[in-house]
Structures are given as structure tokens and as C-alpha cells.
């Protein structure tokens, strides 16, 4: 996708999957940000865009079932199945754009940022995506958070 070809009136940017798992999970999680929720609905009630990489639904899936799973220490999980589904329908409606796999000049990138800014691999292809097409990138990670402005 062209730079030229992103619509500068929507809203439009790249998520990690912290803020996407905040935003989803706030409906049933006291302990999530609810803002993230709230900057979700904002994208979609004006027709805007979540650019994702590939990796993120990886991470996205693992947390989710994660998050089925009782506790080591016997605890209830932190969602029930119900609310797994829900969450399953939710996030299948959003405005979500998963970036092709990355060709060796998106990997060399995302190389220099990670070493640069001593970030992981995965941070970086967030950190990249943003860059590359010149949108925020919304993450409750504090390094990623500092290097995407």
C-alpha cells in the first residue's frame, strides 16, 4: 500500500497488541485502560483504519486463550468462555488491515529499529508499520511509545 493512497481525513493508525487486548478486554476487566475502548469506537464511528503486521494476531490469539486458562494458583481465568466468543466477534468486525509479510527491506528495517532503539524484533515490526505509512501508533508499551514519536 502507496503512503499516497491513505485517506489523511480518517482516523487511522497502527495498534500493539497490548492496546488492542486493553480495548477489548475493558468490557469485561476492571484493571483494563477503557480509553483504548473508547479510541476503538472513535476509529469506527468515522470510518477509520487499524493497521496491524501479521505478527499481531499471533500475539493477539495467544493472549486470548491465555487468558481461558485457570491460574497456576487455582484463581478463575481471567475471562470465561462466553466472553472469549464475544471478544472473537468483536474483534472479526473491526476496520483491521494486516500489513502483507514483510519483503527483506521491511525485515532490514525493522532490524535497525530494533537495534537502535534496543527494542525486541516484535516491537519494532509495530514501530516500522507506523513509520512506514507515517500514522500513530497506539501501544501501553512505554519504550515503543517513545520511539514512535
Known amino acids: 500500500m502507496d503512503n499516497s493512497m491513505i485517506d489523511a481525513d480518517l482516523p487511522l493508525c497502527v495498534f500493539d497488541n497490548s492496546y488492542m487486548v486493553s480495548a477489548l ?10 480509553d483504548a475502548l473508547d479510541y476503538v469506537e472513535k476509529i469506527v464511528n468515522n470510518n477509520g483504519q487499524i493497521y496491524v503486521p501479521q505478527l499481531f494476531w499471533f500475539e493477539f490469539w495467544n ?3 491465555t487468558s481461558t486458562k485457570r ?18 466477534q ?7 488491515y494486516t500489513d502483507p509479510q514483510p519483503d527483506s527491506e521491511t525485515l532490514q528495517r525493522i532490524m535497525a529499529y530494533a537495534q537502535e532503539y ?6 519494532a515490526t509495530y ?22 514519536k
Open 25 to 34: 478486554f475493558s468490557i469485561y476487566c476492571d484493571d483494563e485502560d477503557t
Open 63 to 65: 493472549v486470548l486463550v
Open 71 to 88: 491460574k497456576n494458583n487455582g484463581n478463575d481465568p481471567r475471562i470465561n468462555q462466553i466472553q472469549y466468543s464475544e471478544i472473537i
Open 90 to 96: 468483536l474483534i472479526a468486525k473491526l476496520p483491521i
Open 118 to 123: 534496543g527494542l525486541s524484533f516484535y516491537d
Open 127 to 148: 514501530l516500522e508499520l507506523a513509520k512506514r505509512y507515517n500514522i500513530p501508533l497506539k501501544t501501553f508499551d512505554d519504550d515503543l511509545l517513545k520511539y514512535s
